[in-house]
């Protein structure tokens, strides 16, 4: 099978999962909700489909930046979460809750704050890493920035006001797709698009620097400007996906991981694959979380780590990590 | 020389912090439905600290105005011991530590919970009034409580269904005093097709199975009550929306007359 045919049928899987994630909830949609005069149009075109817009989008968001991440880092546990931009785009999104400030203009207010906390991460990071080259530093930086988040966000519940808010911000910290209309789409996809297409960019860099910085540069590769360009794609991509769905981890991680023994380790390989990936992953994720029993839905962001470990954990036993070697 | 300018100027600033010495003696409230039920019930003068939490916006259930009169506490034993109050209100879900801290220093503590009927918060209101020596402040209350009740009594017999949201898709369910409030009010459990055993999220999809004829929200124009409105009005139900505010959903006791009478000028405007 040719990498061409393997992409075709990855394809082909985001498409059930799309089609799947219209379909499933808590309630079934019969054929003749889709056509003609039914109130549970309404339904599919107000909720299901951005709901599944945007989480193809989130999905193939986290999957790439993981593959980018990973290979720009030449470490197997890189992911999304690692740099930061997520932590501190909760963070934002957190403190519009807590202080009261999300109501502005229909959820504009929410999203304009955990942006500017992806976007204050993003440039706080640009200016620590900005007189190192190694991406060492790059990933403890982000890991300080993404612990400093974490207090902050922790000290911002600690200080909500009433029971509500807490509860609000929790749910919210936990990840979801629940509930997200047209205006979430909108607002989300211009930066989730423009990020992805900065970081598909990065291929041939990251392949070059596979043989290790010094070979990198002297193959040409400029990994300042690669630096940058990292920077910029994933928080525009993850920082605008953490702003409307909350916190949802696992995806980064583990698709690059899965995908890695179908179509090769070299990074630039693995970019498109990781994206598509993703997106099936996330789509056929939360389609599950609304077929749980009970009243309420399953937050995307536990079912996500519920069957992401595993998969992760089988995938170690069997490759008794040999792709790392 | 100037050195010791600077020490004698930060003395005497530090003296003008001291100028107020701390009053002892009073009561001190830590919770804010227990602040309201002290203002309500003791003079001014025996309140010797509130609980910062009737200070602030959010979460008051009392006018800002009143509630910065008094001195505010953020509820830590430290700060409520060195008042020496002759009284704590206390509630039960202060940290368990805090409220051992408080028998340990010999303070009398009256802990209150959150009252899930009308009857338990009446038994609450006579409780503290009889805890700071106004028995019949409290009587008075519970008086003003059951004519709330009696006088929103609902015009007719139909129970339009109601859906009340607490904050965001938090929708309040389950056996508690917001829900006698309704059902006194004359409206039917939105959430009975649901199963929700307490309150929690609900999403526009399961409202769409089962919309209920009224949708009381503290923020209208939020993030989930305007898509909400949205959706519902594209799917063609006709869902009456009205604002109910949140110093209206924290606490029992005067909250219960002012929210009786906001549910029952919404019941009124529904029509038959």
Known sequence: ?325 | MRRALASIALALALAGCNAQPVRTGGIVSTNPCADQLLLALAPPGRIAAISHYSQEVGATSVPLDVARRFRGTAGTAEEVVALKPDLVLASSFDAKATLAAYRRLGLKVLVLDSPTTIAASEAQVRAVAAAVGAPAAGEKMVARIERAMASTAPPDTARPSALLFIQGSFANAGPNLLTEMLTRAGFGDGTRPFGMPYSGPLSIEQILAHPPAVVLEPDPNGRSGSLRRHVLAKAGYQVIEERFPRALINCGGPTIVAAMARLGEIRARVPR
């Not at chain 1, 056509?35 to 075109?45: E, K, L, P, Y």
């Not at chain 1, 880092?73 to 999104?93: E, F, H, K, Q, Y």
């Not at chain 1, 519009?96 to 704050?113: C, P, R």
């Not at chain 1, 995307?300 to 089988?314: E, K, S, T």
């Open chain 1, 1 to 325: 099978m040719n990498r061409h045919t393997r992409l075709a049928l990855l394809i082909a899987l985001v498409v059930a999962a799309f089609a799947l994630s219209l379909a499933a909830g808590k309630q079934w949609l019969p054929w003749a909700a889709w056509i003609g005069d039914d109130s549970r149009w309404a339904i599919v075109v107000e909720l299901r489909v951005p709901r599944a817009i945007l989480g193809a989008m989130l999905g193939a968001a986290l999957g790439l930046s993981g593959a980018v991440l990973q290979g720009y880092l030449r470490n197997p546990l890189a992911d999304p979460t690692v740099i930061g931009v997520s932590s501190c785009a909760a963070l934002g999104a957190v403190a519009s809750i807590v202080f009261g400030l999300g109501g502005m203009a229909g959820g504009l207010g929410q999203f304009g704050w955990a942006m500017a906390g992806a976007g204050g991460a993003m440039a706080l990071l640009g200016l620590l890493t900005a007189r190192a080259e190694s991406p060492v530093i790059f990933v403890l930086a982000g890991t300080v920035l993404a612990s400093l988040a974490g207090a902050l966000t922790a000290f911002l519940i600690s200080i909500a006001p009433n029971p509500y808010a807490v509860a609000e911000a929790i749910d919210w910290l936990m990840g979801a797709l629940t509930d997200r209309g047209t205006n979430d789409v909108m607002l989300a996809a211009p930066f989730m698009v423009g990020g992805s297409l900065v970081l598909m960019t990065t291929g041939r860099a990251l392949d070059a620097l596979a043989l290790g910085e010094d070979a990198a540069r002297s193959l040409g590769a400029n990994l300042a400007r690669l630096r940058w360009t990292v920077v910029l794609g994933t928080g525009l991509a993850v920082g605008a996906g953490v702003a409307v769905t909350g916190v949802v981890g696992f995806v980064g991680l583990v698709v690059p991981h899965l995908l890695r023994p179908v179509f090769g380790a070299r990074p630039s390989a693995l970019l498109l694959p990781s994206a598509l990936g993703g997106a099936a992953l996330t789509l056929a994720a939360d389609s599950l979380c609304r077929l749980a029993p009970g009243a309420g839905e399953v937050r995307l962001g536990v079912v996500m780590a519920l069957i992401g470990a595993p998969f992760f954990l089988a995938l170690l036993f069997r490759e008794g990590g040999r792709q790392w070697r």
